[in-house]
């Protein structure tokens, strides 16, 4: 069983849609949780950041941890063509230096 | 903003070949990773660097060696090429060790490394 699961997809949505993307892990020392969009042929950069549980709001952009049920969400309100990238869940506890990565989820926002 | 960059985007080499991939930051940053990203395995960390000279083993090192010899450039080798390395490649570098907010990993664009 992998550290972290995420469904590839692709997941495919018409403009102004909300969207769901979601990470379950199995380890339960994870603290510190990321989402990262990567467009395509590109390196993928920092969306948003959660340290332990709760929610965090960004714009049209809202991330999740539920840490009792092992469970991290990122919403995107209004979803725009531009969203369109894969986005990765990363997750670190508190001792590592090392992140690990879901496999990504693409995402296509249609008009 | 920093900026995280890498030698080639594109790179064909031949089974044996001794190949070289180079990234350099530019902000100073203490830490410094190579990932490879391959579909439906997501990024995995090969080796990562927290001072000059200094090398960790990832997940997977095997086949590959690293070498920093200056604070922004972080070399990886693959002392003989090998078509299971076919793959892309990033570069990324933070400036702290602990996977804090102000601590965010910046990734390099890539180098898609074909191994013929």
């Known amino acids: 069983q992998k550290e972290v699961e995420q469904d590839p997809g692709p997941l495919s949505v018409p403009e102004g849609a909300i969207v769901s993307l979601n990470c379950t892990y199995s380890n339960s020392a994870f603290q510190y949780f990321m989402w990262y969009r990567q467009y395509s042929r590109k390196g993928p950069e920092l969306l948003m950041y959660t340290y332990s549980s709760g929610n965090k709001e960004d714009g049209r952009f809202t991330a999740q941890v539920d840490k009792s049920s092992k469970y991290i969400s990122l919403f995107i309100r209004d979803s725009q063509p531009s969203d369109s990238a894969t986005y990765l869940c990363a997750m670190s506890t508190e001792d590592t230096d090392k992140l690990i990565f879901g496999t990504g989820t693409r995402l296509q926002v249609f008009p | 903003d920093v900026k995280v960059t890498q030698s080639s985007r594109y790179l064909v080499k031949r089974t044996g070949e001794k190949v070289f991939l180079e990234c350099v930051q530019d902000?100073?940053?203490?830490?410094m990773f190579w990932y490879r990203q391959d579909p439906g395995l997501g990024l995995r960390l090969i080796y990562f660097?927290?001072?000059?000279?200094?090398?960790e083993k990832g997940d997977i090192p095997e086949g590959y060696s690293v070498s920093r010899e200056k604070k922004e450039r972080f070399s990886l080798i693959l002392e003989s090429a090998s078509t299971n390395q076919t793959s892309m490649y990033l570069c990324?570098?933070?400036?702290?060790?602990?996977?804090?907010?102000?601590?965010?990993?910046?990734f390099g664009p890539g180098t898609r490394l074909t191994v013929l």
């Open positions: 990324a570098s933070s400036l702290g060790l602990v996977a804090e907010e102000n601590n965010e990993q910046f």
């Open positions: 902000m100073d940053h203490e830490n």
């Open positions: 660097s927290y001072d000059v000279k200094m090398k």
